[in-house]
């Protein structure tokens, strides 16, 4: 059974940084493109930032450079998301997917962000 599970939310002041990770389980994680998306409230999902399967490529929304890292441990089937400075836009429920080629892809059931003082 394919899973990803997203763990590392919370709330933080602005400024403040997380960590976020998802957990990949029941696919061959190492073969599989890591995304991590959000979606704000009224708002349609978009993309934060991708690695390729082996991780030697990243790309982030404009917006983000420089303030957020994606990162990843095919050992370890997991995927991160290393968010800082972050500011009150920011806030969203921030999902990972994984993406093969040809095939549909896998997403995790999410996990909320609150950046608020």
């Known amino acids: 059974q394919v899973q990803l599970v997203e763990s590392g939310g919370g709330l933080v002041q602005p400024g403040g940084s997380l960590r976020l990770s998802c957990a990949a389980s029941?696919?061959?994680?190492?073969?599989?493109?890591m995304s991590w998306y959000r979606q704000a409230p009224g708002k349609e999902r978009e993309l934060v930032a991708r690695?390729?399967?082996?991780?030697?490529?990243?790309n982030y929304a404009d917006s983000l450079k420089g303030r957020f890292n994606i990162s990843r441990d095919n050992a370890k089937d997991m995927v991160y998301l290393q968010m800082n400075s972050l500011k009150p836009e920011d806030t969203a429920v921030y999902y990972c997917?994984?993406?093969?080629?040809?095939?549909?892809?896998?997403w995790g059931q999410g996990t909320q962000v609150t950046v608020s003082s």
């Open positions: 690695i390729t399967s082996v991780g030697d490529s990243t």
């Open positions: 997917k994984a993406e093969l080629r040809y095939a549909s892809p896998y």
């Open positions: 029941g696919f061959t994680f190492s073969s599989y493109a």
